[in-house]
Structure formats: structure tokens, C-alpha cells
């Protein structure tokens, strides 16, 4: 075997899955076969070739298997994941299988760590996991714990602060215990009344104890029944507890139950047992326990056993702790406090008796008019005597609120006259008697007497004040007025007031006795003196009068007769000036004639009637038509034949050139009356200068350089004239007939055509240079013809018109004219006026150099102006659109407003208006209509929005798709209804613009659901 | 003293109460049965050589066996089972409770009363019903809480049963 080609070294190579067979044995036990098979081999290879694919072969014949398995479990060992899947397969059973013990204490480090984790993590999971199990537990300690605590709470508080309180505080500080002790030891009053021992397997009762005088039913089929309602509470609140029912409270009974293994205490109690009862029956039923428990258990009614029981339960039977109470001697206190009170209210009578005598003798004394003059009690009885004025308040009527028996007591009176003011007072009323007029009253001691009496009643108080007695009070008369004298001052007054009245002349006049007579002369038209006294306070009753009838001649009453008898016309005013009747205005001839009359009849002594001032109107009449007249015979041109007055109306007749002032025109400023005025004209053509002058002008119409004049009666042309003219001139001149004035032409020159026509071209270029628009820059006059040039706005008139009339020859004439745009406001007033075309309703015009766009216009135009303006603004001049105003004509407002009020409304969920909106309909097409044509002559479009709108029920776009098709078919129904469709537009609002507000709460508005109309202009 | 739990079996209305009411010492009122369920009266039973005082338990009657308490049967030493004759159906509903019974505490000494018996135009058991139970060892009794035919018989004999 050669060193290269060894199989064994070869078979020790490592295969890729190695799987740790011995290869050189394999190897070498290989080739010993194959060269035993095979001589050809053996002769053919020296070796093994290197690699042999039936070696290969076989081996995975041998271990294939084995090979794939283990690389299968391998790659199980080397994946964390797929191991971590295979444990969690078997660990529960290995745990379970596992010993407890190892398992416990190799886990308990581990589940520490972990709940410790757990805890820190989030505390929540784990209380979440043992709230079931400590929440009762810890329930039930601190149930208890607080019953105790509240128990010995209530025993103290409740004698804490009393009598008995007290006196355990002294025995807790005597015997040196503490004083819960002491109060524990008094308080907690109670019996054991039974005692019932249970079997706690079939509820029998082993034994029953019971104290002295205690009494209860048949007790075997009470402790039955204890048991059996055990077993109720326990299985009705599923109590899985070992323990039975604690306690059952009754009022002041109480059961106490301690539950053993075998057997139940029960004890019955009444009263207020303290905690450590529990404690003396915890220990007597363990005690029993362990003294019969193999009885207990065996226990099946038979007691024959449990002999001696009963010695063991007697400790617990009469464990009391009866009420303190101690003898106290109610009968002697009770007698004694009869005896004291008796004493103690015979007492307080007889001193309240006298408390009440003394209170009523000070009032005595403090009442005016009374002097106490001596005052006693004896016994019950009281003895009061002194001084009363009869008028002082009756010393009986005061017994009244003073408790104090009248019978008791005795008083005795001296009558005396009292000087204090008000008795003072008193009497002077019973004895003065005043009369209601006069009050009397006290002021600082002082009696005061005020108000009116009569002189008789004055005299007898001054007499009686004097009368009082030094020592008495004052009494004060000096206020009291005398109403007589009061009478006559008012009487004097009247009788003044009557002599100043003019008609009025007292002759006489008395006062006595408080009558009043008064006596004279009154004119009938004076005022009556009657009705002059309510102004007096005097009594009408009282005053008597007798008047005198006279005439007065004062002017006044003269006037009054005057116009009483003479019965003026509206048209004539009398008054008084200066003392003299003046009669002023117009009057009939006849009533002056009265009036003068009348003014003749007057007396020498009375005033003067003047009547000149009145006048006759027919006089004045006559004096104007005079003046009329007189002014028409002063008119040139017009011949009075005649003239007359008839009556009122008034005739005139002659002769009057047709060029003479109209007589009509005349009579305004005479005050004539035309209607009265009657004329009668002969037209005559008048030979006076004036007018002949007048008529030569109206036939010869001279040009403007001729003037005519009158010069001395003579009718002087001047001037230069064409020939033509001057002939005719002549012609006329020749037929003024020979009567006539003379009409000299002789200074009338003839003129040449050059220099006329010259004249008229410089008229034509002046007038050319005046024009606005038009600038002349250059003219001259060449060879007969006639050259100007200069700057034209388009606008301007047309300088070839102007040619007319000046009678320059057109042909003749060359104007050259290059455009230009002026810019004086008129010519910008044209332009804008063009490009603008403002509606009728607006009017623009030129005010100094702005102009002013003023009136009504729509919109659309007011927005041109606008953009106008600006444009003008940068040439430097001004249009002012403040004053346009949006076209809204007043009728149009009002129907504006009735369309845009209107609603068409639908159902919910429809398109379609229901038939109840076809009225609405009919009125809403029918106002269009009338809108539309109002519109169109205002001269603006008006085109209506129809806007749909819906609800909130529903989805958003199928509302919006709704609101549009509603908007659609209202404009199909007016259509219908003969409305222009191309004014009406149509939008669809959905839910956006609600006519009432929705929410979630309220939806489906039916005022939501409609169809709304806006109108816009164009 | 010598006494003995005997628990009071049977379905609704069979007689129980009024077999009590006549023939034992109650001092509860009936209401303690729709209340607590039970109604707890004694009997005591004279035997030749001694007395027994029977604990009666009578337990709410119930045909809805499903509500029963048995914690009142804990203890019993012997079952009184109230057969209303007129209705054969409590005879089962009796039985039934006797086999819970004895699932529950093992088999106790029992009596059947066949009550209602002065009803015999209305009596719907057979002998050989009545016999069935004997047969299993139980003394049947027909027993009218009417005239109390019986009732002491009863009592008597699980009373002897139970002291035994």
C-alpha cells in the first residue's frame, strides 16, 4: 500500500455529516473485502480510488437513517424556538411528575423574583388576583375590631359627664384602677338567662342550664331550631365558613353562639354583655371539649353519656352584672321641697303684690293733677291719700293694668284746683268757649290762643287772662286776629276797587254790624260789582247794593254804545286814540252818513267821534278809474274818445295804434277791478315818429349797420347799406304820406363787396375763435378766398355750418382742420356721454371742471363709470360718480322684497311641490313677470336666482342633488307659467343655508325644505 | 334524656303539617316552612322500657326536588316519608328524596305514611305499590291526619326503629 493512496487515512476525513463511526475499521474491512472478491481489483488498484461512489452508497445503506435523524435532533437543540416548543410540550406533565418538595424549593427563589416583578410592574394584576381570598378575611377582623372599639366608645361617652361618671372617677382614683375599668366594670348591665350546649351534627340539645326565674319554651326544640336557622343563613348566603352565626340580637336579648367541633354554645343574654363575655364562653366550650369530645362526637340524642355536662355549663349560666342603685329618701326630700316652696311662694306673692303697689303709686304721683300725700300698705290692704283736680285722670281708671285688686284698695281725695298748664287750659275752653276759628295750644308752660274771634269773644279772653292768678300760666290773646276788623279792611278794599272801575261812581257806603251797604250811579255796560266780591272773602250775604243807572261819557263805554247802535260793517274799525273815537276803513255812503250822525248827536262833554278816516269805495272807485284814464290819455298811440261810470263798471272807447302799450297791462297798480273795466279800441296807425320809427324797422329790417333815430320829429337813418337796401329805403321814404314825419336817408353810405365780405370773414373767424372744441391757429385772406387752419375736436361743430348765414361764398372758403381731444368739461361731457350711454335715469353734466354723473343706474353701468373715472382721473380731470345710486326704483323695492319673501315648500324626501304650493306658484310667476317688465323699462335686466334648499335628514350629497333638482323644477313650473326661463338661474344649496337652524336633536325642519327666489340686476 | 332527629319527608301538599299540627308538641308557627324551610316539633313516643323524645323535622314540602335542603337532614337518625294517597306521584317524589338522602348521610331507618286515607272514594294507590315498600324493610302506615288512624302507630314504630 503506497502512502498516497491509503483508504484508511482517506475514511478518517471528516464527512460532512460526520457522524463519529469508526471509518477506519469501516475502511479497512471494505477493501479486505473487495480485494477477497475481486482479483481484478487487486490487480488493477494499487489503492482505493478517491472518491468512490459505491462506498458513498453504501454507507448511507448502513446509517442514512441514523445520519438524518440525528442531524433532525440536532437542529432541534440548536433552534432556541423549536427546543422552546418541545419543552412547553412535556413541562406540565414533568412538573406534575416531578417530586414536590425539589420542585418547590427549586422554584420558590424563582416565583419570589417573579411575583416580586409583578408587583413592581403593575401592583393591580396581583390584587386583582387575590382580592377574592383576603378581602373577606380582612373584612371580618375589622368588623369585629370596630364592634369592640364602638361598644366600649358608647359606655363611655355615656358617663362620661354625669353624676355617676363622677363617682367612678373618685372609686378609679381610690382603688388606683384605671377608669375604662371602673366604668367598664358598672356599666355593661346584663344575665346570662340560658345556656344551651347543641350538637352541631344533628342540632340536638346536649344540655340546657337556665337562671333563677329564667323562663323559655320547650328548649329542646329551640336548640333544634338554633341549629336549623344556622344552617339556613349558611346555605341561603353560600357561607362556607366553619364558624356558625355569632350572634342574633332582639332588643335587649341577646344569642351569643361559640361554635366547637362538635358542639355550640349558645347563651342567651339580656342586656348589654361586655366583649369579654365571648372570651369566659370560649373558654367553657373549649373546656367541655376537651373534658367530652369523644362523647360529643359520638353524640346522637342519647345524654346518658354526658352525665356532668350540665357542672361544666353553671359557671356561664348567671354571669350578671346587675344595675347600682341606692336607696334615696324620696318621701323626706319631697316634704321638704313642699315646705319650701309653699314659703317660697308666699313670698314671692306678697313681694310681688307690693312691687305692683309701688309701680301704681308712681304713676299716681307722676300724673298732673294729683298729689299723693301720703301712701301705706297693711297687709293685703293699701291705703293711698292727697289732692286731685276734678279734671286729672280718675286714679281708679289706673287700677286697670296693674294686677292689683280694686277692693284692696282705699284712696281718699281733696279736690283742688291744679295752675299746671293743661288743666289751665281745660278750663278756659269749658269757660272761653272759643269758637272753632281758634285754637288754643301750650307752648312753654305758656297758653297760646291762635286764629280769628270776633272782637266780644277777644274781649272776654283778655279778660280772663288777666283774670288768671299771678302764679298760673300766661295766657297769650296777642295771636288771635279780630275777624270784624278783618271785615271792614275787606269791605274798604271792595268799595276802592269799585271807584276805579270806569262806569262805576259810588255815591255812598256804610258798614255796621257786619252788614255792608254800598249805593251810587253804574253804566248798564260797566262790570257787574257783584262779580268783583269772590275776589274779596267777603260774604255776599252780607253786602247789599243799589245802583243808579247814568250814561257814561268815558270814551269806552261811548265806544261800546256806539257800536251797538251804529252796527259798523265788517270793513270799518272804532277804536280809542288819545281819548277820541277814530273810525278807520270803508263804509256804504249811507252808513257814514249815520256815523256822522251819530257823531253830531254826541254831548259837548263827551269825546269826539272822528269818521273822516272812512271812506265811500264807489268815491274811491271813481277817483281811480279817473287816474286810469288820464294815464291811458297820456299814451302814445292811443286816442280817449269817451269815458264813463255806470253804477260799478266802467266804460272806455277810442282809437289805438296796434304798436301802443296795451290799456290792459295799464290797469295793473290802479286797484281797479278788470272784470269792471270795459274798452273798446278802434285800431289807427299812428303818424307820431315812434311809431312810424317802429314800423319802418319791421318793414325794411336795416342790417346792423344801419341805425334809425327820431330827430326832431324827423326819422334819421345812418350808416353803411348794401344798394339794395338804400333803394328800398327810399321806396319807403317816398310813401310815408305827406301828414307823417319826414324819413332822411340821406346819411345811409353805400358799402363795397370786398370790405363787406372781408367783415364777414372776420365775423366768421371770431366766431370760429369762440367756439369751444375749435382753435384757430392761422387765417388769411388771399385773392378773394378765404384760408384758416387750427385744431378741431371731433366733437366740435362743424365749422363748415357756421358758414351759413354769413353769406361768404362756401366755395371760396378752405378750412383746414387737424382733430384733437379737448379736454373742456363739455367735450369730455360728449365723449363719456357717447362711450358711456348712460340710462335715462341718469344725467351727467359739466359743473365747473368735474363732471357730476347723478341718478339711478344698474350696477353694471355704475361699475363703467367707475373704470371711466379712473381713466379720466389721469388726464387730469374729474368725473364724480358719488351721486349715482344702485337702480332700484320703489316699486320695484317693494315687489323685490315680495318675491325674495316667498318660499316654495315640499315634502320631505320630494322635488316635486305639493299641489297646495300651486297658488304660491301662480303668485310668484305673476310678480316676476310684472318685476321683469318694470325692470325693462327702468332700463336694467333683472334675472332671478332660484335657490333650492333641503333638510338635515339624510346623507349630504343626496340633499345638495335634492335642493338643486327642486331649484330645477320650480323654474319648469314657472316657466310653465309663462316667466321668461332665460331670467331665471338655478342653484341648489343643499343643507348650507337653513331658513331655521338643525341639530342633532332636531332635524327634518320643514321651513328648511323650500325653494328661495333672490333678484340680481344686469 | 333520650332523643332522636327524625326528618319529615314528602312532596307538596301530601299532609305532613297536619299529621304535626294534631299529633306532636309545636311551639313554631307554620310560617317557619315558607320561611326557613323548616318547621321543628317534638313527639314524645312512650316505648315498653323507656321514652323517646322525637325531634321532628319537617321540612318544606317541595315538589321541585331540585330545591330541597338537605343540610336539615344532616343528623337525622330516621326519615318519616308522606305519601298523599290521592296523587301517586308524591309516592316518587318521597322516594326520591329518600334516595338523596342516602346518597347524601347513607341509608336511615324510615317509615312511609300513605296519609289521606279517609279520602278512599279518592284513593289512586294500589296494594301492590304499597307492598313494593314493605318490601325493601320500610313499615307502611295509612294514616288520616283526619281522624288519626295510624299516626301514633307511626311514630311509634320509627321511634323504635331509631332507638334500636
Redesign the interface.
Known sequence: MTSTADPISLFQRAASNDTEIDREALASLLVEIARNVDPYYRATFDGVPAVDPRMETLRQLLVGREISELSRISKLLDEPEQLAAALGGVLPSATAQSSPAQLGEALAPVVERAVQRSIHKNPQNLTQILYPVFLPAIRKSIGEKIDQTFQSLNETLRYIFTWRGLKWRIEAWRTGTSFAEVVLKHSLVYRVEHVFLI?R?????ISHLAAEDATS??P??IS??LS??Q??V??SFKEKEQDGLDAIRFGELRLWSEVGPFATLVAVIRGNPPEALHEILRDRLLHIHAEYADALEAF?????RLTGIESELQPCVGLSQEEYTQGFPWLLAAAVLLVLGLAGGWFYLSWQASQRWQAYVARLQSEPGIIVGEQQRDGWQFYVAGLRDPLAVDPQSLLAGTQLEPDRVHAQWQSYQSLEPQFVLKRLIASLSPPETVQLSIADGRILAKGEASTAWIGRAQAAAAQLSAGGPVFDTSAVRDLEKRDAERWDAYVAGLRKQPGIIVTEQTSSGGQFHVAGLRDPLAVDPQSLLPGTELDPARVRSQWGPYQSLEPEFVLTRLMLSLVPPQSVRLSIVDGRIVAVGEAPAAWIDRARAASRQLSAGGPVFDISKVRDPLERDAEHWQAYVSQLRGQPGIIVTEQKMDGDQFHVAGLRDPLAVDPQTLLTGTELDPARVHAQWQPYESLEPQFVLKRLMASLAPPKSIKLSVVDDRIVAEGEAPISWIDRARAAAQQLSAGGPQFDISKVRDVSPEVRQAERWQAYVSRLQKQPGIIVAEQKVEGGRFYVSGLRDPLAIDPQTLLSGTELDPDRVHGQWRFYQSLEPEFVLKRLTSSLAPPKSVRLWALGDRIVAEGEAPAGWIRRARAAAEQLSADGLSLDVSKLRELTPLELVHLKEAIQATGIFFESGKPLPGPEQEAVLDKLAGQLKEFAQDARKAGVTARFMLTGHSDTTGREMANLSLSAARAETVRALLKKRGVDPELLLVRGAGTFEPAEPENNKQTGSSANRRVSVTVNFD | MLQRKICMLGGFGVGKTSLVRRFVKSIFSETYLTTVGVKIDKKSVELPDKTVDLILWDLAGEDDIGSFRMSYVKGATGLVLVVDGTRPATLSVALTLRERTEAEFGALPCVVLFNKSDLADRWALSASEIDETKQHGWPAYLTSALTGEHVDDAFRQIASMVVG
Open positions: 350538637s351534627n344533628s342540632g340536638l340539645l319554651e320547650d329542646q326544640l333544634s331550631m336549623a336557622i344552617d339556613f349558611k346555605d346522637e340524642g342519647d345524654s346518658t
